[in-house]
């Protein structure tokens, strides 16, 4: 699953399921993308993958966090778009980062990446034109 393209909402979503079927407990997935590239999308389908409601899966970017219970281990999803710095999002959220057999989805993780896991999977997004995503996976 290196890199590979969508070309709907729900075809982001179905790509977020099935990389979460292949993480395990305690995994990190560190999002970057542009705004409205699909993050929340394929956050969506990672979170319907580890058992999660698939509706409650909504971009935490005035709340910096949303938990979504599920049955693998909670996911706990991180926005950093609107973090001012480090210091703020640790002071705020320490306890989830070190999220235990669940999973922790960071975006615009390249915001502040020395907060990002150091085994985290790396998914870049970007525009593909006419309505196409291209998806790059690094491990």
Same mark, same amino acid.
């Given at each position: 699953?290196?890199?590979?393209?969508?070309?709907?909402?729900?075809?982001?979503?179905? $790509? *977020?399921?099935?990389?979460?079927?292949?993480?395990?407990?305690?995994?990190?997935?560190?999002?970057?993308?542009? #705004?409205?590239? *699909?993050?929340? /999308?394929?956050?969506?389908?990672?979170?319907?993958?580890?058992?999660?409601?698939?509706?409650?899966?909504?971009?935490?970017?005035?709340? #910096?966090? /949303?938990?979504?219970?599920?049955?693998?281990?909670?996911? /706990?999803?991180?926005?950093?778009?609107?973090?001012? =710095? $480090? =210091?703020?999002?640790?002071?705020?959220?320490?306890?989830?980062?070190?999220?235990?057999?669940? #999973? #922790?989805?960071?975006?615009? $993780?390249?915001?502040?990446?020395?907060?990002?896991?150091?085994?985290?999977?790396?998914?870049?997004?970007? /525009?593909?034109?006419?309505?196409?995503?291209?998806?790059?996976?690094?491990?």
């Amino acid at each position: 699953m290196p890199t590979f393209q969508t070309a709907t909402p729900e075809e982001t979503v179905e $790509a *977020g399921r099935a990389l979460a079927a292949r993480l395990g407990p305690g995994a990190a997935v560190a999002l970057v993308g542009d #705004l409205g590239a *699909g993050k929340t /999308h394929f956050v969506r389908g990672l979170a319907t993958g580890w058992g999660a409601d698939p509706g409650e899966a909504t971009s935490p970017s005035f709340a #910096l966090l /949303h938990e979504y219970a599920a049955p693998r281990g909670n996911v /706990h999803h991180l926005d950093l778009y609107r973090a001012a =710095n $480090a =210091n703020e999002v640790w002071s705020a959220v320490h306890d989830e980062l070190d999220h235990g057999s669940g #999973l #922790l989805v960071i975006e615009w $993780a390249d915001r502040f990446p020395e907060l990002v896991p150091p085994d985290a999977v790396w998914v870049r997004i970007r /525009h593909a034109g006419e309505g196409r995503r291209e998806f790059s996976v690094e491990p």
